[in-house]
C-alpha cells in the first residue's frame, strides 16, 4: 500500500473523535468536523483512482467545498462580525473565481493551481487574524483551545501547499530537478501528517455545546 496514503489516512483520528464527540459539542464546529470528514473521503478516492483525470477534477472540486467549509467556521466563529452579508459575498467572489478559474482558464481536467493559491493563502489570512484574537482578546489556556490548533494545522498546510502550487507553476520556468520535487513533497507528506495530529487535538478541545437547562 502507498505510504503517503498510509500517512494521510491519519485523519482518520479526528473524525472518529469528531463522529464520537459529534452530539455534543459546539455546533458552531461542525463546519470543521464537515471538512475532516470530506478530505479522509478525497484521500481514500483518490488512493482508489490514482493518476487519472478523475483525481484532478475531485481535486478541483473539494478546493470550493474546503474554502466554503472554512469561511463557514471563521464566519461561526465571528470573523466576519457575524454579517451575513459579507459572508455570504465573500463565498459568492470565490465561487465566481473558481467557475472562471476552472472552466475558461484552466480547465476542468487540469489543476486549478491558480484558484488553489488564491483560498490557500486567503484561508491563512483568515487563520492568522483569529489567531492574533485569541492570543490578545482571549484569556484562556491556548493550549486547550480548538481554535488555536485548527489555526497552527491551516497556517501549517496551506503555507506548504502554497509552496508546491508555486513550485507546479513555475517550474517549467525554473527548471527545478526531480529531487528537489521529491524532497518537497516529502516534507508535505509529513507536514501533512502532522497537521492531522493537530487537527485530532483540535477536535478533543472543542467545546461541548452550552445546555440551556442549566443556564436557568
Keep these: 500500500m502507498n505510504m503517503n496514503f498510509i500517512l494521510s489516512m491519519s485523519i482518520a483520528f479526528s473524525v472518529i473523535i469528531g463522529i464520537v464527540r459529534c452530539k455534543v459539542i459546539d455546533p458552531s464546529y461542525y463546519p470543521f468536523i464537515y471538512n475532516i470528514c470530506i478530505v479522509m473521503l478525497v484521500e481514500i478516492i483518490n488512493a482508489l483512482h490514482p493518476y487519472s483525470s478523475g483525481t484532478i477534477k475531485t481535486l478541483n472540486t473539494f478546493s470550493l467545498i474546503d474554502f466554503i467549509l472554512f469561511a463557514w467556521l471563521f464566519h461561526n466563529w465571528g470573523l466576519f462580525n457575524h454579517n451575513r452579508k459579507r459572508f455570504f459575498s465573500i463565498i459568492s467572489a470565490f465561487i465566481i473565481a473558481w467557475i472562471i478559474i476552472t472552466f475558461f482558464i484552466t480547465g476542468f481536467s487540469n489543476i486549478n493551481n491558480p484558484f488553489l493559491l488564491i ?87 472543542v467545546p461541548r455545546k452550552k445546555n440551556i437547562t442549566t443556564l436557568l
Design 119 to 205: 483560498y490557500s493563502f486567503t484561508l491563512i489570512f483568515f487563520s492568522v487574524t483569529t489567531f492574533n484574537k485569541i492570543v490578545v482578546q482571549q484569556r484562556i489556556n491556548i493550549f486547550t483551545n480548538a481554535r488555536f490548533w485548527i489555526c497552527m494545522g491551516i497556517i501549517i498546510f496551506y503555507s506548504f501547499f502554497m509552496l508546491t502550487r508555486a513550485t507546479d507553476l513555475s517550474g517549467g520556468v525554473l527548471h527545478l530537478s526531480k529531487s528537489f520535487k521529491l524532497n518537497l513533497q516529502n516534507i508535505v507528506t509529513y507536514s501533512n501528517l502532522f497537521v492531522n495530529l493537530l487537527y485530532a487535538v483540535a477536535v478533543i478541545w
